[in-house]
């Protein structure tokens, strides 16, 4: 038990480096779809909808896995912040 605590410990770096994958791909999926709509170009709205619908999900649940949900929630909001950044 004490063994399987610090490896969990241990893993939070991993469940930190996939929710900034997860953040990356809803922050670009955004702009991808943002592009879409002022250009007209409407092969970017499929790979804006799949990266913020598809990939940004399945990272943050894969994040939860190896972090507490205080670390990921924290880093969560850095989508909000890179959007506004960005937008």
Do not use: N
């Not at 649940?61 to 969560?76: D, R």
Request: glycine letters at 8%.
């Amino acid at each position: 038990s004490s063994a399987s605590s610090r490896l969990s410990m241990q893993r939070w770096p991993i469940g930190l480096l996939l929710d900034a994958v997860a953040t990356l791909a809803g922050t670009g999926g955004k702009q991808l779809l943002r592009h879409a709509a002022l250009t007209g170009k409407h092969r970017y709205y499929a790979l804006g909808l799949i990266l913020t619908a598809v990939i940004d999900p399945i990272f943050d649940v894969a994040a939860y896995t190896y972090a507490a949900q205080s670390i990921i929630a924290a880093a969560a909001g850095l989508v909000a912040l890179l959007a506004a950044c960005f937008l």
